[in-house]
């Protein structure tokens, strides 16, 4: 499966932002997805997954409340909607898919080019 995720840019300390993974290929709806952020100088790390059907979701500690995960098999897309946003979201977003639901784990099979989101203050 190949992704393409859009919809990074800049945006205010307190706004909002959502961002789109579109998956190539009819078996977009047997992965699951997770998107992952890198900041400059830091690892990636984990910020949602979601499993096949979207019934399952999970996100890390830092953005729990804030960010949405969801996904539209129809449509073979998958999204973060970003709430909230603070300065420390500040990064390069990524999204990935693998035929398991991994939550927390960087270990994906396919991952896609990333966008960039700068939050300001």
């Known amino acids: 499966v190949q992704l393409q995720a859009s919809g990074g840019g800049l945006v205010q300390a307190g706004g909002s932002l959502r961002l789109s993974c579109a998956a190539s290929?009819?078996?977009?709806?047997?992965?699951?997805m997770g998107w992952f952020r890198q900041a400059p100088g830091k690892e990636r790390e984990f910020v949602a997954a979601?499993?096949?059907?979207?019934?399952?979701?999970y996100y890390a500690d830092s953005v729990k409340g804030r960010f949405t995960i969801s996904r539209d098999n129809a449509k073979n897309t998958v999204y973060l909607q970003m709430s909230s946003l603070q300065r420390e979201d500040t990064a390069v977003y990524y999204c990935?898919?693998?035929?398991?639901?991994?939550?927390?784990?960087?270990?994906?099979?396919?991952w896609g080019q990333g966008t960039q989101v700068t939050v300001s203050s």
């Open positions: 990935a898919a693998d035929r398991q639901f991994l939550t927390g784990s960087i270990q994906y099979d396919y």
């Open positions: 290929g009819r078996t977009f709806s047997s992965f699951s």
């Open positions: 979601i499993n096949w059907s979207g019934s399952s979701t």
